[in-house]
């Protein structure tokens, strides 16, 4: 192991390995952040969100978006899987259907850092007994 | 670098590893393999997250799960359902106690609600034996800011506007001790840690040291170059294994990053740590005790002055701080004195821990600011009294300590205020009382653990507290006399102003302080022959009511002393002078037939 010989590679040292809690850090305080769920039912899975829920881990932490992404249960359009839903801070969700990676791209690049909208949303038409 | 997309964090504390936090962090990472998650899904074990009421905890990480009483054979349905189908486990899900719904993370817990963490900071969430996690979490930053952007004034100057005050329950200004110290000449000087925690039912120090070491060992090396020591001694007791073993990892670590050796971050400063192990007497955190006992003598504190600023280990300056104190220091120089200002009341700044413990819901570690009031603590907080009884006291500064009732319920927690009140603030720990129990118990229960832990050096203590102790048990014999109760105060306050160490200077508070706000129950004792809270076994008397006995005989053929007599079907009569009252009539009656009073 290599030591630490000033204050600067302390922060060199730091740098690196923040990373490393970033997703505890992130959990405390969900609502300011970008909150991406991917349905990962049997029939998300079986359509490749596996893929798509890797694909939004590292290209959130590669292009330094904070962001959760986390995985949740079937949402009901089954023929629309993979299914995403993104909650920006302060809007409302939004489903987005048939992500696979290159829709994924897509979705980061325009809707999560422009704010545009995006072509594939699937308009939210139910109320659950949390709302 | 981690690319995982989930983690769990189980609690790793003396607590819930008595309760198998470990068979479930087994658990987790075989069946990760099992289902060939173990690149995605990490585990991690952390320090104590403090609601140990509801221990083992385990917590999912991004979405913030908390899952409460966890078990080995949890582990593979949150795997099945929480980490493959992204679907709570709902029956290990958190449920609040007042309105039964289920709340699954740890911010809208009441529980937590009202907490500031400072000391706690890292405790439940990096893992201790990591020391990146700890440098990721702005660890050791404090100590490369003094070393080479301040000078020791500068640093002591800080800590001093800090207000910051001794954590272990003297609340001396830690940056004035600092000050002394280092002003001190000498050719060695040492940097002690307090880890000697003894109260009964206290376990802040021992959560610290085993959720988050490194804290302190920063701490101590800043304390080592603002008063000139380059040797730093932890002394902790021997039954505290898993904090030493933490402790141990911690400094071997520290060590292989150059943070502890020679030549420090480039800077020239040399510091370095050992421990000590104590026994576990209660005598020895008292500071100069302490000292003798590292130096391998007897346990036993000596006067002061001198004060260990001036001669301590082995004859040298010598600083001495409690573990809590320690973690609080970087902290304070990473977000300034201003900032810890701002926390807490006006004469005590920043937050303070507690270990809750005794009748009360939700049992665990706590860090509040200073100046919550007693009642956030145990309503809010604490979640009230175990089975909806009714308050009757807190017990705060462990044996040391005094009793605080219902009127102080919404006094504001600190120093002053507690002494104010007849108690003090201790190193942390607060047992809850309720209506059933029996303050002289009480009393005589705290007075017995400091007879025992007295060192028996000076005769007030020694002998005094002994005597003061046979007179509790003749009070709780109902031998008392009227000149008892008088002769509690007159040799209380005696022990008080001739004792030599603050283990006998305080050990009569207890007693004391019952007096003063439970006098009633002592002279029901003595006067009535009654033990209001039915506590005290040999005032209790158990008769039959002879209307609802239906002679079933089931009393007569449960008493372990045959005290009963009676025929089928005929009223029994229960013989006072073989009762032994263990209650068995009493919880075997089908019919509420035995009274007890």
Avoid at chain 2, 575 to 588: A, E, M, P, R
């Amino acid at each position: 192991m290599n030591k630490i010989t000033s204050l600067a590679d302390l922060k060199k040292m730091k740098d690196q390995v923040q990373n490393r809690l970033k997703m505890r850090e992130n959990s405390d305080a969900v609502e300011t952040l970008v909150q991406i769920k991917v349905g990962m039912a049997t029939c998300g899975i079986a359509s490749g969100a596996k893929d798509t829920m890797n694909f939004f881990v590292e290209e959130t932490s590669h292009q330094a978006i904070d962001a959760v992404v986390t995985q949740t249960g079937c949402m009901g359009f089954c023929y629309a899987e993979p299914t995403v839903e993104v909650t920006l801070p302060g809007k409302e969700p939004v489903v987005f259907g048939h992500v696979d990676k290159a829709k994924a791209r897509e979705i980061i690049d325009r809707y999560i850092i422009k704010g545009e909208l995006v072509d594939g949303m699937i308009p939210m038409n139910f109320k659950t007994i949390h709302d | 670098m981690s690319e995982y997309n989930m983690q769990i964090l189980i609690c790793g504390g003396t607590g819930c590893k008595a309760s198998e936090s470990e068979e479930i962090r087994n658990a987790f990472t075989e069946l990760l393999n099992e289902y060939g998650l173990e690149e995605e899904v990490q585990v991690v074990m952390t320090g104590c997250f403090g609601f140990c009421e509801k221990g083992p905890i385990v917590k999912m990480m991004p979405d913030n799960t908390f899952y409460v009483h966890v078990t080995p054979a949890d582990t593979e349905e949150i795997i099945k359902e929480h980490i493959v189908k992204g679907r709570q486990v709902e029956r290990l899900l958190y449920r609040d106690p007042v309105t039964k719904t289920v709340i699954h993370d740890s911010k809208h817990m009441d529980f937590y609600k009202k907490q500031i963490r400072i000391a706690l900071r890292n405790c439940g969430f990096i893992d201790p034996e990591s020391i990146d996690e700890y440098i990721a979490r702005d660890g050791y930053q404090a100590l490369g800011t003094c070393l080479t952007e301040r000078t020791p004034e500068q640093v002591i100057d800080e800590i001093k506007r800090s207000g910051l005050r001794g954590r272990g329950g003297g609340g001396f200004p830690t940056g004035l001790k600092w000050e002394i110290t280092a002003k001190v000449p000498g050719d060695q000087k040492y940097v002690v840690c307090n880890a000697d925690e003894g109260d009964p039912g206290a376990f802040m120090d021992r959560s610290i040291l085993e959720g988050d070491p490194h804290s302190v060992i920063e701490a101590m090396a800043i304390n080592g170059y603002c008063t000139g020591a380059t040797k730093g001694l932890v002394y902790i007791r021997a039954e505290y294994p898993l904090a030493i073993a933490r402790l141990k990892i911690a400094l071997r670590q520290a060590r292989e990053y150059g943070l502890l050796g020679t030549d420090i971050l480039g800077s020239g400063f040399d510091f370095d740590i050992e421990i000590r192990y104590g026994a576990g007497a209660f005598v020895c955190g008292e500071e100069t005790a302490l000292i003798h006992s590292m130096e391998g003598c007897r346990g036993e504190p000596t006067f002061k002055p001198p004060f260990p600023s001036e001669s301590g280990f082995l004859g040298k300056p010598t600083n001495v701080n409690n573990v809590e104190t320690y973690a609080n220091i970087p902290v304070i120089i990473n977000k300034g004195a201003d900032w810890f200002c701002t926390i807490g009341s006006e004469k005590s700044k920043g937050t303070k821990v507690f270990a809750l413990a005794g009748k009360i819901n939700n049992v665990g570690l706590i860090e509040v600011p200073m100046g919550t009031t007693l009642r956030e603590v145990i309503y809010d907080i604490g979640g009230g009294i175990r089975g909806g009884k009714k308050f009757k006291a807190v017990q705060t500064g462990g044996p040391s300590g005094g009793l605080l009732t219902t009127e102080f319920l919404d006094t504001p927690i600190d120093y002053d205020n507690l002494t104010a009140a007849g108690s003090m603030m201790g190193s942390g720990g607060m047992i809850v009382m309720d209506e059933d129990d029996c303050m002289v118990a009480i009393a005589k229960f705290y007075l017995g653990f400091t007879v025992e832990e007295s060192c028996g050096k000076c005769a007030p203590c020694r002998i005094g507290n002994k005597r003061l102790y046979e007179i509790l048990e003749r009070i709780t014999e109902g031998k008392g006399t009227m000149e008892d109760i008088d002769r509690l105060q007159l040799l209380g306050n005696v022990i008080k102003d001739a004792s030599l160490c603050g283990l006998g200077q305080t050990s009569p508070n207890p007693v004391l302080s019952s007096l003063k706000h439970f006098r009633n129950e002592y002279l029901a004792h003595v006067r009535d022959q009654s033990c209001p809270a039915g506590q005290c076994k040999a005032l209790v008397k158990y008769t039959v009511i002879e209307d609802k006995c239906t002679g079933c005989t089931l009393c007569f053929r449960n008493c372990p002393v045959g005290a009963i007599t009676g025929e089928k079907r005929e009223v029994h009569f229960i013989d006072q002078s073989l009762c032994i009252k263990c209650g068995v009539c009493f919880d075997k009656c089908k019919f509420g037939a035995i009274l007890v009073s």
